[in-house]
């Protein structure tokens, strides 16, 4: 069983910067493939960032790449989730999501591990 705290939300100016963290309880958040996924109001929930065990390979949403940047510190189980150049568009509740495969690591039903969410608000 995992544990995940999400962590980092708030309200930012657009062209600002959140770094978002989880932190993962009750197993060693390094042997997971670890994701984000947010949902804006009235929308689906959609992939932004996610990697595998260990960061061996990272993938971003086109929406995000060059902007986001999806990080480890496996001493402290946490993952973040970097945040620049942050767009209104940007604005939802930030999920993060892990699993032991995730074979399709954009999708967000192959994660069986989910945190509560974090709010992230854009303004223009």
């Known amino acids: 069983q995992v544990q995940l705290v999400e962590s980092g939300g708030g309200l930012v100016q657009a062209g600002g910067s959140l770094r978002l963290s989880c932190a993962a309880s009750g197993r060693t958040f390094g042997r997971y493939c670890v994701g984000w996924f947010r949902q804006a109001p009235g929308k689906e929930r959609e992939f932004v960032a996610g990697?595998?065990?260990?960061?061996?390979?990272?993938f971003y949403a086109d929406s995000v790449k060059g902007r986001f940047t999806i990080s480890s510190d496996n001493a402290e189980n946490t993952v973040y989730l970097q945040m620049n150049s942050l767009k209104p568009e940007d604005t939802a509740v930030y999920y993060c999501a892990a699993d032991l495969r995730a074979p399709r690591l954009r999708v967000d039903t192959d994660y069986e591990y989910w945190g509560q969410g974090t709010q992230v608000t854009v303004s223009s």
């Open positions: 990697m595998r065990w260990r960061g061996s390979s990272r």
